[in-house]
């Protein structure tokens, strides 16, 4: 089958065009894909059969594939075709069952997936020839890999398990300061009245307590069990996590190499014509990280799609030192793109929509 993108067109692919790009040859899976792979703004990404521990992480950089720094980089290989436990602080790369052969007006940009996030899993994709992670160029004809490194718990995976999401867009989406004042003045983004539009919309860190009975979030424990990433709702929270109780002057004393769970102050929405991405936010400011699992899709916190405005929920870790969070700082903010066209079905209207109208949640794996 052909494939034709609108004339002109700028934008994020929707479902139903990512499926079309699967059968005009554009995406090849090595399997037809699953329910639910197709999100409303991307396409969840399946790990291969075999996963290569390997002594660093890496870039190929120009003229060099994956494939030849595995072979250079290897420890050994694991079978994942019944599952196999990932350990801690350990660097695999996975080989992903699917692979792409982009047209030149079409880039690609992966993220892990908000569960992949919230069990501290640092995760990124590499494309052959690449010098920057999650980036796929436009033309590119090629394998994908997972770089895979669990930061807290052990983690049991298999081949088709999903970590990770690729976008595709057309030209420039983002919304300039004018279209995302505008849109914002319609649709009212954030369910603030003084929003912070300047470069995104800004979101802050609730550390009250008051939506949450008295705590503020969760801080991993060490030494715990293996999670299964595909197993639901199969894990007490107590044996994972420590809940974090708000104090009295609203804040939050980060440590080092520990790992938290925490919620925006603000509800965002995101609109059905519109998808949007939590971008780093300035390391000047703070010696911490907020949000490994970036991607927002259409109808995210949209009243039409079954929510009422949904906090963004945090994975925060101090740096190098302490670092003390103050309730209502600043930690991130969230840029809006066009969709090239509103997607078939949005966030929440769908399986696989774990989040919508969340307040401060754990990922899927945990029972509450």
Not at 29 to 43: C, D, G, K, R
Not at 335 to 361: C, T
Request: aromatic share 8%; charged share 25%.
């Amino acid at each position: 089958m052909s494939f034709t993108l609108p004339p002109d067109g700028n934008g994020i692919l929707p479902d139903r065009m990512i499926a079309a790009m699967a059968d005009a040859g554009l995406i090849l899976p090595e399997y037809p894909f699953v329910e639910s792979q197709i999100q409303p703004a991307s396409l969840d990404l399946r790990l291969g059969d075999v996963a290569y521990r390997v002594r660093a992480s890496f870039l190929p950089g120009p003229g060099a594939t994956v494939a030849e720094r595995i072979d250079e980089l290897k420890l050994h290989e694991i079978n994942l075709s019944d599952g196999a436990v990932l350990e801690t602080n350990c660097v695999y790369i996975v080989p992903l069952l699917e692979s792409l052969a982009l047209p030149p007006e079409i880039v690609a940009a992966a993220n892990p997936k908000s569960s992949t996030g919230r069990l501290d899993v640092f995760t990124r994709v590499i494309a052959d020839g690449t010098r920057r992670f999650d980036m796929i160029g436009a033309g590119y004809h090629g394998p994908l890999y997972a770089e895979i490194s669990p930061k807290t718990f052990p983690v049991l995976l298999r081949e088709g398990s999903r970590l990770s999401q690729v976008r595709f867009r057309t030209g420039d989406a983002i919304l300039n300061a004018d279209e995302l004042d505008a849109l914002h003045g319609a649709e009212r983004l954030v369910d603030i009245d003084d929003a912070d539009l300047a470069n995104g919309v800004a979101l802050s860190v609730d550390l009250s307590g008051q939506n949450t009975g008295g705590f503020v979030g969760y801080r991993a424990k060490r030494h715990t069990g293996v999670v299964d990433v595909d197993r639901r709702g199969g894990y007490a929270v107590d044996e994972f996590w420590e809940p974090i109780p708000a104090r009295s002057d609203g804040s939050l004393i980060l440590d080092p190499g520990e790992f938290y769970i925490l919620a925006s102050k603000e509800a965002v929405q995101v609109p059905p014509d519109y998808a949007a991405e939590m971008v780093p936010f300035d390391p000047l400011v703070g010696e911490f990280r907020v949000h490994y699992a970036g991607f927002f899709d259409p109808g995210f916190g949209y009243a039409g799609a079954g929510g009422q405005g949904a906090r963004a929920v945090l994975e925060v870790r101090s740096r190098e030192v302490p670092f003390i969070l103050e309730h209502g700082q600043i930690v991130g903010r969230l840029v809006y793109e066009k969709m090239l066209a509103r997607p078939d079905a949005m966030y929440g209207q769908r399986i696989g929509s774990n989040y919508q109208a969340q307040g401060l949640k754990l990922s899927k794996h945990f029972r509450v």
